[in-house]
């Protein structure tokens, strides 16, 4: 499993990332293009430096696949939606979560609006 990164224009393969142990679901850019984040069906998210390309964080403690995942606007925040039937924030600092919303049922996708006030989710 990886990212594989392309430049849009003449459509090269310009990267890839890896350390997925199984199929990525979702990807995210930060909004400054600094970092890239995917989820997996490894319950985990990974973090890289799009500077780099090497992998910065790694968040965990997901029970169940990972199918969706995106940076707050500024970046100091990750989401993380699972089957689990959680979404979890993460403190992009610290890489630690700093909250669990039970949602109910399993989490097939996110979207956070640009103030981070509100988080959608789709089941």
């Given at each position: 499993a990886a990212v594989r990164?392309?430049?849009v224009k003449s459509g090269s393969l310009l990267d890839t990332l890896s350390g997925h142990?199984?199929?990525?679901?979702?990807?995210?850019f930060s909004s400054d293009e600094k970092l890239i984040m995917a989820a997996g069906n490894d319950a985990r998210a990974l973090i890289w430096?799009?500077?780099?390309?090497?992998?910065?964080m790694v968040l965990t403690g997901h029970?169940?696949?990972?199918?969706?995942?995106?940076f707050s606007t500024d970046a100091k925040q990750a989401y993380t939606g699972s089957y689990d039937r959680t979404v979890r924030i993460w403190d992009?600092?610290?890489?630690?979560?700093?909250?669990?919303i039970d949602?109910?049922?399993a989490v097939n996708y996110l979207s956070v609006c640009a103030g981070g006030n509100i988080l959608g989710t789709a089941h």
């Open positions: 990164l392309y430049e142990t199984a199929s990525i679901l979702d990807i995210d430096s799009m500077e780099t390309k090497r992998q910065r029970t169940s696949k990972i199918c969706a995942c995106s992009m600092q610290t890489g630690r979560k700093s909250h669990t949602c109910g049922s």
